[in-house]
């Protein structure tokens, strides 16, 4: 599987790995400047095709981020293994749940 960054503009990802606090992401995605439900959209297009186990590195500027992610985790069964409010950024690691 191809690891990298996705910013929601761009078709073409840079291979990257990230790591917070311990956690590797497998890709991740920059979703600074959309509002609700884009950063929520693009981040499920992103985990339908990450494999069980991998994990997402998901940056949004959109406040609402902070209520929506955490509740599109629960709903679809995926891990919200950290979030770090930065100010104006917000950034959060999901992991894909086992099938």
């Not at 497998?26 to 439900?37: A, K, Q």
Request: glycine share 8%; net charge negative.
């Amino acid at each position: 599987m191809t690891r990298g960054w996705h910013k929601y503009e761009s078709e073409d990802p840079m291979t990257q790995e990230t790591h917070h606090a311990g956690t590797h992401a497998d890709e991740r995605l920059d979703t600074t400047g959309l509002l609700c439900p884009l950063p929520v959209y693009k981040a499920s297009l992103v985990m339908k095709r990450l494999a069980p186990g991998q994990v997402l590195e998901l940056v949004c500027t959109d406040p609402g981020s902070l209520a929506d992610i955490p509740a599109y985790a629960r709903q679809t069964g995926n891990i919200l293994l950290d979030t770090e409010d930065r100010g104006d950024t917000q950034v959060f690691w999901l992991k894909k749940a086992d099938s």
